[in-house]
């Protein structure tokens, strides 16, 4: 078990959360006022202003919170002390204080620092990765709930990880950048692979596979379904089959994924019309029952009774001091280790505790509660 | 002093596509000895070309799996006779990882699924990579990276409120799962170190996307209630938009943050009714949110893209005109995601790199590996097999 400090805004946060479900214990330090996630919607109704943000619910649970002025020296002190006693800081650019300081105050200690503006829309603009995302022709539209900062915290969290493995090959200690845009230009290396070697340039496709040849949402009675046939093997033929329309199915003429492209866009109009009349639960279960990727399209608000997040024990309930029962998403890596659930902490929740970890004395937590540095 | 993370860790790596190859790249990465088991008979088609498509350099793999298998080797098996089977689970037996994204009864039926490799290498670290997890309601569920995009709600998370759903068009959840396979991976070594137990990982790449949703997840959950498709606006800035611009398909982004951001653009645009007094402040601005994107794209349609993103950014507005893949790669950025590979068997080519910058790591791109060119070293330094014995086995047909 790493002893990790989280002085990451937004981008970061769920890097150190995933470090979290690896069993790592993460000191998340905020500004006194609560940091900037704990204002970001959407809110859970009901709660209190600093303690609404389901963003901050998700990405800090498990987490410990420290409260810190790091605009005044007393509190670059508490700082210093704390990484002093960790292996490993995660931090979006630029902090409060020099990141020497920090590598000085602890040899060996690992630091990731993440660089970029924190303009979600202006990076995903700016990287190309708007340029996949839309319907053709249309507007397009930033990937929703902040994938993208996923993205990065990830890159960061096996960084981390594979840093932190390595500690024993080094007495020095390492100081690493992560760039939000370096990510997310490096998500469009297909694009990359197409230009460089093709001269094409991938565009944005809606809702239809940029892939293969026939996938795509088709609409159906109660909202969209999801089919991928795919390009090799025999799921052509058994979606015909299932289909059962004979223009499809005629000398086996679209039985290549070649003669499919060709022809894609009769094929999609053809399934659009099948499958407009028909349910969403039908289709997909009449599908996977042929062994074709066939899926809904689902809402969030659909995802909270998914069967296979509830029994895989991805969906759990957690207890919440201030709201009671909540069913939360446990995370990816929490749930194949079959970890206890979480919450998030309220503000400064463990600002007592951490400063006794750290020796200081009943009357100097006092008296640094009393200047608001804690 | 370099260091290389994954210092001789061995992977045997049965994946093909690309969630689990891109995961064991990353791996690569990082240092480890990465063993890519092909079949001549059933290659990893990953980005097979298009009858009559031409491309320069190699010939023997097709560019995205140049891309995508880069500095790793290849040793061919064929898994459909005892022999090929048998060499599979003694390379098994002396590795550190294995990695797989097969359906889920695949390897099973093979005698290579968890239960059977680690009974011999209890040390064994082993990552399925599949849709929906070996367990559960939906465990034989068949996906591909669109159907997953579609399930997590990722696609009806993005895009504007009424409209139809939008996907990320690339394999956007190939790279989720394969990345959270690669954490869960080294977080198992070093738990190994400690414990000298190996790990069954089954990961879900379902469960990975909807984790990038969490938040989101979590809102509906506690308030069961849908949350509004926000489409490009947030919660904690207006205006904020994708604006269009002057020529075919040119779009420009704006985040105005601070209430001086405002008043830098306001001055720009220069329409009388920004100057009304509530839009000084974020609570006015959100509210007119509509009407703003309509006088703000009224002014930046008839502006070139490029020419406003630098007269948005020198007036202190966080701006960024749209680009495409062919202006990213003129980007600082991409120079550094996208290197240059030198293999003297090919062009230069552009690759993926891994995209952080870490001084004292020790990486080094390689070629990706001809189709079972590392049979005949791999079988001699794993399993101590003589020329001879790989000549027998070659003639037996397990390494087709």
């Given at each position: 078990?790493?002893?990790v ?17 690896a ?6 330090i905020?500004?006194p006022q ?37 605009t ?10 704390l ?21 000085q105050?602890?040899?060996g200690?690992i630091f990731?620092?993440?660089?970029g503006?924190g303009?979600e829309?202006?990076?995903?603009a700016?990287?190309?990765?708007l340029s996949i995302t ?20 990830l890159?960061v969290a ?14 020095q200690?390492?100081?690493?950048i ?6 997310l230009?490096?998500?469009?290396e ?13 565009e944005r496709k809606?809702?239809?596979g940029?892939?293969?040849?026939v ?11 999801m ?13 015909v089959?299932w289909m059962g329309?004979p223009?499809?199915?005629q ?10 492209n ?14 407009a009349s028909?349910?969403?639960l039908?289709?997909?279960t ?7 990727p066939?899926t ?7 995802l909270?009774n998914?069967?296979?997040l509830?029994?895989?024990?991805f969906l ?6 201030l ?6 998403p ?10 206890a ?8 929740e463990h ?13 100097e ?7 608001g540095?804690? | 002093?370099?260091i ?10 049965f994946?093909?596509?690309l969630?689990?190859?891109?995961c064991?790249?990353?791996l690569?990465d ?7 088991v092909e ?6 088609m990953?980005?097979?070309l298009?009858?009559?498509?031409q491309?320069?350099?190699r ?5 995205l799996?140049l891309?995508t298998?880069?500095s790793k080797?290849s ?8 022999a ?7 390379l098994?037996?002396s590795?550190d990882?294995v990695v797989?994204?097969f359906?889920?009864r695949?390897m099973g039926r093979?005698g290579?699924?968890y239960?059977?490799?680690?009974a011999v290498?209890?040390q064994?670290?082993y990552?399925s ?19 997953l995009?579609a399930h997590?709600?990722?696609?009806l998370a ?5 409209g ?14 394969g990345?959270h396979g ?7 070594l ?10 069954n ?6 469960e990975?996307?909807v984790?990038?949703l969490?938040?989101?997840?979590t ?5 069961q209630k ?5 489409g ?11 604006y269009?611009?002057?020529g ?7 985040v105005v943050?601070?209430d ?6 306001k001055t ?10 509530e ?5 006015g601005r ?8 309509q ?21 202190g ?12 790669m003129?980007l600082?950025?991409a ?6 590979l030198?293999?003297p068997?090919?062009?230069?080519r552009?690759?993926?790199?891994l995209?952080?910058r870490?001084?004292g790591?020790?990486?080094q ?9 590392h ?6 330094d794993w ?5 001879a014995?790989?000549?027998d086995l ?7």
């Amino acid at each position: 078990m790493a002893r990790v400090l989280d002085l990451t805004t937004e981008t970061g946060a769920y890097a150190a959360r995933l470090l979290v479900e690896a069993g790592h214990d993460v000191v998340r330090i905020e500004p006194p006022q609560g940091d900037s996630l704990r204002r970001r919607g959407p809110f859970l109704e009901g709660a209190p202003p600093l303690e609404a943000s389901a963003d901050h619910h998700f990405l800090n649970a498990g987490k410990r919170s420290l409260t810190l002025d790091l605009t005044v020296e007393a509190g670059r002190q508490i700082l210093l002390r704390l990484v002093e006693a960790a292996d490993l800081v995660v931090a979006n650019l630029p902090l409060p204080i020099k990141v020497n300081d920090l590598m000085q105050a602890r040899p060996g200690l690992i630091f990731i620092g993440i660089e970029g503006d924190g303009h979600e829309l202006c990076t995903a603009a700016r990287t190309g990765i708007l340029s996949i995302t839309g319907q053709p022709g249309e507007r397009p539209s930033v990937p929703g709930a902040h994938v993208i900062q996923a993205v990065v915290a990830l890159h960061v969290a096996t960084t981390a990880s594979a840093a932190l493995y390595a500690k024993d090959q080094t007495a020095q200690g390492q100081k690493i950048i992560v760039s939000e845009a370096e990510c997310l230009v490096a998500m469009m290396e297909q694009a990359m692979v197409t230009w460089t070697t093709t001269g094409k340039s991938t565009e944005r496709k809606g809702y239809r596979g940029a892939v293969t040849a026939v996938s795509g949402a088709f609409a159906c009675a109660d909202g969209y379904w999801m089919l991928s046939v795919p390009p090799s093997g025999d799921g052509w033929s058994r979606f015909v089959e299932w289909m059962g329309d004979p223009r499809l199915g005629q000398d086996g003429a679209l039985g290549s994924e070649a003669s499919r492209n060709a022809e894609k866009e009769n094929i999609l109009e053809t399934i659009d019309r099948w499958s407009a009349s028909q349910r969403k639960l039908d289709l997909v279960t009449q599908g996977q029952g042929r062994h074709i990727p066939a899926t809904p399209v689902n809402t969030p608000l659909e995802l909270t009774n998914d069967p296979q997040l509830i029994g895989r024990g991805f969906l759990r309930d957690v207890d919440h001091p201030l709201l009671g029962t909540m069913r939360l998403p446990v995370g990816a890596i929490a749930a194949l280790r079959g970890a206890a659930p979480v919450r998030a902490p309220v503000l400064g929740e463990h600002s007592r505790e951490i400063l006794c970890e750290l020796g200081y004395s009943d009357e100097e937590r006092r008296s640094l509660m009393e200047t608001g540095t804690v | 002093m370099s260091i290389t993370p994954l210092a001789g860790i061995r992977i045997l790596d049965f994946s093909h596509i690309l969630a689990g190859p891109y995961c064991t790249r990353l791996l690569a990465d990082f240092g480890a000895d990465v063993i890519k088991v092909e079949s001549r008979t059933r290659p990893d088609m990953t980005g097979a070309l298009r009858p009559g498509e031409q491309v320069e350099g190699r010939q023997d793999r097709p560019p995205l799996f140049l891309n995508t298998n880069r500095s790793k080797q290849s040793i061919t098996l064929d898994l459909k006779t005892e022999a090929g089977r048998e060499i599979a689970a003694r390379l098994a037996a002396s590795a550190d990882v294995v990695v797989e994204n097969f359906s889920t009864r695949v390897m099973g039926r093979l005698g290579l699924d968890y239960p059977s490799l680690s009974a011999v290498n209890p040390q064994l670290i082993y990552l399925s990579l599949s849709g929906y997890g070996h367990t559960g309601p939906r465990k034989d569920w068949t996906s591909m990276n669109m159907n997953l995009q579609a399930h997590s709600g990722l696609m009806l998370a993005t895009g504007e409120a009424g409209g139809p759903p939008v996907a990320i068009s690339n394999s956007w959840n190939d790279y989720m799962g394969g990345i959270h396979g690669a954490f869960a991976i080294i977080e198992a070594l070093a738990e190994r170190r400690k414990t000298g137990h190996g790990a069954n990982l089954d990961v879900s790449q379902f469960e990975c996307s909807v984790a990038t949703l969490g938040g989101l997840l979590t809102a509906c959950s506690v308030n069961q209630k849908a949350v509004p498709r926000p489409g490009n606006r947030c919660s904690h800035h207006a205006p904020q938009g994708l604006y269009r611009c002057a020529g075919e398909d040119e779009w420009c982004a704006l985040v105005v943050e601070t209430d001086g951001q405002w008043q830098a653009l306001k001055t720009l645009i220069g329409h009388p009714e920004l100057e009304a007094a509530e839009l000084n402040e974020i609570e006015g601005r959100q509210a007119a949110s509509r009407r703003l994107d309509q006088l703000i794209e009224a002014w930046t349609e008839k502006q070139d893209s490029r020419a406003l993103d630098q007269v948005l950014k020198q007036a202190g507005v966080p701006a960024s005109r749209m680009n495409r893949i062919a202006d990213v790669m003129g980007l600082a950025e991409a120079a550094r995601a996208f290197p240059t590979l030198d293999d003297p068997d090919d062009i230069p080519r552009r690759v993926a790199g891994l995209p952080i910058r870490w001084d004292g790591l020790r990486s080094q791109l390689r070629p990706a590996p001809r189709v079972g060119e590392h049979t005949e070293s791999v079988l001699g330094d794993w399993l101590g097999l003589t020329p001879a014995a790989i000549e027998d086995l070659d003639r037996e047909g397990a390494l087709r």
